[in-house]
């Protein structure tokens, strides 16, 4: 299976949940904006129901989704690495995406580096895309690894070969502040 099948594309907008690389390592993925394609992959993944997800966009646009409203420090942030390998975490108070946030009001997102990743997505949606393991396991580096942990509880995998990249950087953007939670490939001080 590959980004552009149209298979896919259904699956995903029909609130399946499954496997395809990223632009750092293969993510579990599904339908953001589903409650129930996401509380599929939190059973599927066993995440702890605390912990909020990276949520993957194809634009800048799509924040307006989630009721995300840009300061203009945080524009210009995500105008500069955007798209690449940053994760940004913004606030959201919206209780409708309580769902996704978990109760922590904030949201984590990026806009994958990958275009064609970045085309599944526009025609899908956000996607939320926690890294294809088990809670506390390592992070599955190619699509045999992934199936060992998933198995036929997914709707799809999709084989990308062996990715072995350094996960996202993840920074919280708040009142004109840049804290870096985890440094990831991209470097940022």
Known sequence: MKFEDKNLIKIIKSGGAGVLPTD???GLVGLALSKKA????????????KKPCIILISEINDLKLFGIKLQKAQKEFLEKYWPGEVSVVLECNNKKFEYLH?????LALRMPKKESLRKLISKTGPILAPSANSEDSKPAFIISEAKEYFGEDVDFYVNAGRLEKKPSTLVRLKDGEVEVLRQGKIKIS
Not at 38 to 49: A, G, L, T
Not at 102 to 106: E, V
């Open 38 to 49: 996401v509380e599929k992959i939190y059973k599927i993944r066993k995440r702890n129901p």
């Open 24 to 26: 750092t390592l293969y």
């Open 102 to 106: 978990r109760g922590t009001k904030t």
